[in-house]
T-cell receptor, first 109, second 117 residues
Framework: GQSLEQPSEVTAVEGAIVQINCTYQ??????LSWYQQHDGGAPTFLSY????GLEETGRFSSFLSRSDSYGYLLLQELQMKDSASYFC??????????FGKGTRLSVIA | NAGVTQTPKFRVLKTGQSMTLLCAQD?????MYWYRQDPGMGLRLIHY???????AKGEVPDGYNVSRLKKQNFLLGLESAAPSQTSVYFC????????????????FGDGTRLSIL
């Protein structure tokens, strides 16, 4: 099966940079995705990595190291609206997407 | 374009009652999923479907049944509700099995908040 580990909570200051790490164990790894979920809302797709390296989408970037089974989501120029839960999710083999337990990000003034 | 629509949005049940949650998608996706989300547990897959007329078990299938009689609809049933099934239920759909990437992310409904007393 698959397992993912990510911190349960992170707090950061508005305007700063925060990194949310994710380590995974799986066979047949295909890619790592990140989803954002605001309180009371639905998860929405943020970013995806299939190859090693950094993918940038505006203020958000995601990194993957396949050899280390590790990835992270980097949020720059933090805004209050970035306060949400962030989930890493593994695509592997023929199984559906498997999600981590989520990291709750609190952005403070 | 509605995307993924879940019905109902809220429901309170008594232990032992039965109910069906409905998920409908208008994106012609082959793959549909039911997740439950509990505090600190992330999203756990209950059942999923890889096409009309097919279903498969996920991580936490006990106590639930599903049906996919039409491509656009995926139903989740609770035959005899238990307090442990109090949760937020999310339906999702995707174009392909390798869902999650930039060209084929999973699209989620807004969730059904279910309380069982």
């Amino acid at each position: 099966g698959q397992s993912l580990e990510q911190p349960s909570e992170v707090t950061a200051v508005e305007g700063a940079i925060v990194q949310i790490n994710c380590t995974y164990q799986t066979s047949g790894f295909y890619g790592l995705s990140w989803y954002q979920q605001h309180d009371g809302g639905a998860p929405t797709f943020l970013s995806y990595n299939a190859l090693d390296g950094l993918e940038e989408t505006g203020r958000f970037s995601s990194f993957l190291s396949r050899s280390d089974s590790y990835g992270y989501l980097l949020l720059q120029e933090l805004q209050m609206k970035d306060s949400a839960s962030y989930f890493c999710a593994v695509i592997a083999g023929n199984t559906p997407l498997v999600f981590g337990k989520g990291t709750r990000l609190s952005v403070i003034a | 374009n509605a995307g993924v629509t879940q019905t109902p949005k809220f429901r309170v049940l008594k232990t032992g009652q039965s109910m069906t949650l409905l998920c409908a998608q208008d994106m012609n996706h082959e793959y549909m999923y039911w997740y439950r989300q509990d505090p600190g547990m992330g999203l756990r897959l209950i059942h999923y479907s890889v096409g009309e007329g097919t279903t498969a078990k996920g991580e936490v299938p006990d106590g639930y049944n599903v049906s996919r009689l039409k491509k656009q609809n995926f139903l989740l049933g609770l035959e005899s509700a238990a307090p442990s099934q109090t949760s937020v239920y999310f339906c999702a759909s995707s174009y392909s099995r390798r869902a999650g990437g930039p060209n084929q992310p999973q699209h989620f409904g807004d969730g059904t908040r279910l309380s069982i007393l």
